[in-house]
């Protein structure tokens, strides 16, 4: 486990840990990967500083990544854009069309329990993601917890490309956990990404090496 | 100022690019008396003088509200964008992007409502010195280039006339129909009542329609019969794209013939997609050739078709002229690829505003494909067309350029894998496609064969070999065009027409009649379209 008081120093540390110790495969798109399984990852402190990593990505210029008011939309919105496959703020806010996970679960839970363990949500939907679909969601789960006074959440990413995908999913999962906190009135607490296959591409080395030294 | 016009001035600062109705406005204003009135006409047990008193109460509250939203027009707040079927008016904030209005102090608050502005683009450089243009810059964000309606789903030819009718509001350039031959069994009058409304409102609406008729699967006198009426309206903004392969000519010739008759004639280019090398329906817009993706196409045949009314081919395009990039920049090491990433950047930009303002911009093909609205997109690209690159073969041979278009095709698709890599990793799995292309606008892309030029000749066999690399580098976006006029033999033609679809890889090409003085066609041809 790797644990942060700031994003970019968690994120740097993960890339070098799997730059160093994941294993190569090769992915059904044909791309070489290193892989580790399992790795948690915690910020102890997401308010500061958490688009960091993504203002370090924007400043290469080699590729355009995601705006982040995009990227925040993406969380915070229950409508499905025509454009996405799917998206995950319509799989927490409007699951299968007709459940808010958050507004309707998770934060009258905690409002009226605040020692609940239960305040889990999911957005692995079996009837569309087990269908064949080509695009299925990488964050699968969510799971909150007021320790301390705080909010603390940790998001369950199945398969995470660390380089590219991290950095923006730890900003929409800090936006979901600003939400949540302030609806609840509590402060915001740690934030823990538990992924699955976290993983690096072999084309993405050259710019993960400059990362990180 | 009035609470009335604060609270409509509130609903826009929510969406300041929105187009709200009265009953939108009205409904969101005083929502509580709206609620009341519709609350009693929806009630089965309301007495007939309590609706009638509702029924009065709810024009009431419109006039009231159009009081304001006329005071706002007048005051130049707000603009009247339509008027509905029903008289009902429609309106919008008077606001460029970027633009900000601040109404006056209501109660000390100040209303202050912004529009966003166009993100800026790593092409704007090049725009300011003519080498890149926006296609349909006015519209380049929140409208398509080409939008396709699937005659067999909508199954009705009043319902696809209104389809294309409200689709004008969403196409800056042209829409394609495709398998418009379930349609030709419709009487030729009610036909060309349609055909020419629509032609009139191309005309005012700048606009383009291609339909793709499947020759293969139609009956051939009702065919003769359309193609008739077609070409004696000679349509300006309407034209014809025949799906056909060498075995459609070899099977009944005189059909052809027949068609190329009528078509010269009356001066009617008449467009031929080669059906055996080609898939994907075309559309032929002022942008240039519009298509699908052939792999894409065959999937989407196989699992999605039938399912949705229409389908967004084109989003946005870029223009580049190649020559003009070359006279002030040249081609030293990789800059001209370089230039070509900003294009494709500046692309991205666009679509990334599409999709955050799909459900605004493309509400009517939300509702109109439900509950199939994730496929509206699911074959749509972006275009990066070039222009005026004739001059590359002349100077540096034709090699050189093909392996140029190729190179550039390469990145472009390296980029937009990548990109899609990206968004993907990062929770938003969309689609971002970038199709090279050529313009079709300028003789210098286009190879044209002349009326005194042989297919057998040498000199032409060259030019349509250069035109089937570049034809397979840049997606069969390169039109052959071939001009003949005088005394029309219509079986040489048909011939001509074997040998193109037989021996040459061209998924499209166009014959246009120039100042036909006469046919010589066969007279069984002639008189029935039958052998």
């Known amino acids: 486990m790797i644990s942060e008081e700031l994003t970019l120093n968690a994120w740097k540390k993960s890339l070098r840990l799997i730059l160093e110790e994941g294993t190569d495969f090769v992915d059904q798109n044909g791309r070489t990967c290193r892989q580790l399984l399992n790795l948690v990852i915690e910020i102890k402190n997401p308010e500061k500083e958490v688009t960091a990593p993504i203002d370090l990505l924007n400043s290469f210029q080699t590729w355009s990544y995601p705006k982040l008011d995009e990227i925040a939309n993406i969380m915070l919105s229950s409508k499905l854009s025509l454009d996405y496959a799917y998206s995950y703020g319509s799989r927490m806010f409007n699951f299968n069309k007709n459940i808010d996970q958050i507004n309707e679960y998770v934060i009258p839970l905690l409002k009226n329990s605040p020692s609940s363990r239960r305040a889990y949500i999911s957005l692995w939907n079996p009837d569309e993601d087990t269908a064949g679909s080509k695009e299925v969601p990488g964050l699968v789960g969510l799971d909150f917890i007021i320790h301390d006074g705080k909010l603390c ?13 991290w950095p923006a999913n730890v900003y929409q999962l800090h936006v979901l956990q600003d939400y949540i906190s302030k609806k609840l009135n509590v402060s915001v607490g740690a934030l823990t990404v538990f992924s699955v296959s976290a993983h690096i591409f072999k084309d993405q080395f050259e710019f993960i090496e400059k990362i990180i030294n | 100022m009035n609470p009335s016009e604060q609270r409509i001035l509130l609903l826009y600062k929510k969406d300041p690019s929105a187009v709200f109705s009265t009953t939108e406005i009205v409904r969101s204003v005083d929502p509580e008396t709206y609620e009341s009135i519709e609350s009693i006409l929806k009630d089965a047990h309301s007495t007939k003088e309590s609706i009638k008193k509702a029924k009065r109460d709810k024009a009431k509250l419109h006039r009231k509200l159009l009081y304001y939203l006329t005071k706002l027009v007048k005051e ?20 460029e992007e970027g633009e900000e209005l601040v109404v006056e102090k209501y109660k000390k608050r100040q209303i202050t409502i912004s529009k966003p502005r166009t993100p800026a683009m790593p092409t704007e450089g090049y725009e300011n010195l003519g080498i890149v243009s926006k296609v349909e810059e006015p519209t380049w964000i929140d409208r398509l280039n080409c939008l396709f309606c699937e005659c067999k789903v909508i199954n009705n030819v009043e319902k696809l006339f209104g389809i294309i009718n409200n689709s004008f509001n969403l196409v800056n350039d042209c829409i394609g129909i495709n398998n418009f031959e379930v349609f030709i069994d419709t009487s030729a009058d009610e036909l060309s009542s349609y055909l020419n409304k629509l032609d009139d409102d191309c005309r ?8 793709n008729i499947d020759v293969d699967d139609v009956d051939e006198d009702k065919l003769v019969s359309f193609v008739k009426s077609f070409a004696s309206n000679k349509y300006v903004n309407l034209n014809i794209i025949f799906e056909m392969g060498p ?44 298509c699908f993706n052939g792999a894409e196409w065959k999937d989407y045949s196989k699992n999605v078709q039938g399912k949705v009314s229409s389908l967004s081919c084109g989003q946005s395009s870029l223009s580049v002229d190649v020559k003009k990039y070359y006279d002030r920049y040249g081609f030293s090491g990789d800059s001209f690829e370089r230039f070509v990433i900003n294009c494709a950047e500046s692309l991205l930009s666009a679509n990334s505003i599409h999709r955050r303002k799909a459900a605004e911009f493309f509400d009517y093909l939300v509702n109109l494909n439900e509950p199939y609205t994730q496929q509206v997109f699911m074959l749509s690209r972006n275009y990066l067309r070039f222009w005026n690159y004739g001059f590359l073969t002349e100077k540096f041979g034709v090699d050189f350029t093909i392996d140029l278009l190729r190179k550039v095709e390469e990145k472009v698709s390296a980029f937009t894998f990548s990109e899609e890599t990206i968004y993907k990793s990062c929770g938003m799995p969309t689609r971002f496609k970038v199709a090279v292309t050529s313009s079709i606008n300028s003789e210098s892309e286009n190879q044209i064969v002349r009326q005194d030029e042989n297919l057998q000749s040498t000199k032409v066999k060259k030019k349509l070999n250069i035109c089937e690399r570049k034809s397979d580098v840049l997606e069969g976006s390169v039109m052959v065009e071939f001009v003949r006029h005088g005394i029309l033999d219509t079986q040489e033609i048909a011939r001509e027409w074997i040998l193109l679809l037989s021996s040459y890889k061209l998924p499209f090409f166009v014959y246009r009649f120039k100042k036909a003085e006469g046919v010589n066609l066969r007279l069984d041809a002639f008189l029935g379209g039958k052998k």
Do not use: H, W
């Not at chain 2, 005012?204 to 339909?211: L, M, P």
């Not at chain 2, 027949?258 to 090398?277: H, M, Y």
């Open chain 2, 247 to 290: 075995k459609s000519i070899r099977a009944d010739s005189s059909l052809f013939e027949t068609i190329i008759s009528i078509l010269s004639q009356n001066g009617v280019a008449l467009f031929i997609k080669n059906k055996s090398l080609a898939k994907s329906p075309y559309c032929f817009g002022k942008g240039g050739l519009y």
């Open chain 1, 153 to 165: 959440m940790t998001g369950f990413i199945r398969s995470n490309d660390i380089f590219f995908g």
């Open chain 2, 204 to 211: 005012d609406f700048g606009k383009r329609i291609s339909f």
């Open chain 2, 76 to 95: 130049g707040v707000l603009k009247l964008v339509k008027e509905g079927s029903k008289g009902e008016k429609f309106f919008t904030l008077s606001l």
